[in-house]
């Protein structure tokens, strides 16, 4: 599932590709269940002449402000990517939706699992109030996370994992915040001390920006791996240092790097540098 910084690349590229300000002509939704809380027919109409007016992310979701009112938000799940094309080209049975902006230009959404949603909204809120702080916020504080992570007695990685909790975090990120901050991810989070949520929260911010500046994590060439505009791959598996990295020596100390299971998720630590 695309994670902040492969959502965040996204939109970058959208923006970069001319889309605000583009008028969104017509929209045809070819599998009905793409769409959520409306028929097809529904929402074809809602959004047919609206203005893409901005383009921005929130959490893990890609949110197009449309003019004069409302607010599409898709949310790629486990497989969703976003290609832009022109109508003359064909589309792939695994196209779900199309918005046409223009007369030359579509953003299809090509989903092979059929996990992606999109809500056309008049507010936001229902949806994305929700979520918890962004961690790429200023607002997004030492104090803050301080609060939160001692008013709650959970393990560190499901925690980081929940979104009402902290938007945008998923596997990836979780697990390279959590070494590079030498914290194990069954650590209960009131435990933590002044010292440790302060690495905690560099390491947060870090591996995102991170991960952002390398345009993502590509962790293959199946169909279901992340993929931006124009198939572009990111960069950021190059420089994983624990995920997917099972029996490689932890960069710090050498030691193997293991995988074990928390939270009926897959993760991977450094046992020396993470020792619980």
Known sequence: ?????EVQTIVDDLLEG??????????????????????????CRGIAGKVAAAVRRRGKFIVFDLAPQGHL???????????????REARS???RLVLRFGADREVRLHDTRKFGRCYLVEDTKGILDRLGPEPLDPDFSVPLLAERLRSRRRRLKPLLLDQSFLAG????????????AKLHPCRVSATLTRKEIRALHRAIVKVLEKGIRNSGTSLGRGKANF?????????????????RRTSEPCRRCRCPIERIVVGQRGTHICPQCQAL
């Open 1 to 5: 599932m695309p994670e902040l910084p």
């Open 18 to 43: 001319g889309l605000r300000g583009a008028v969104i002509t017509r929209a045809e939704v070819l599998w009905p269940r793409t769409v959520s809380g409306l028929t097809p027919e529904q929402f």
């Open 73 to 87: 938000l898709v949310h790629l799940r486990m497989s969703g990517r976003l290609i832009v094309a022109s109508p």
């Open 93 to 95: 049975p695994y196209d």
């Open 169 to 180: 975090l998923g596997n990836i990120y979780v697990d390279e915040a959590l070494w590079e």
């Open 227 to 243: 993929r931006s505009l124009g198939e572009k791959a990111g960069k950021n598996q190059a420089h994983l240092e624990v995920f």
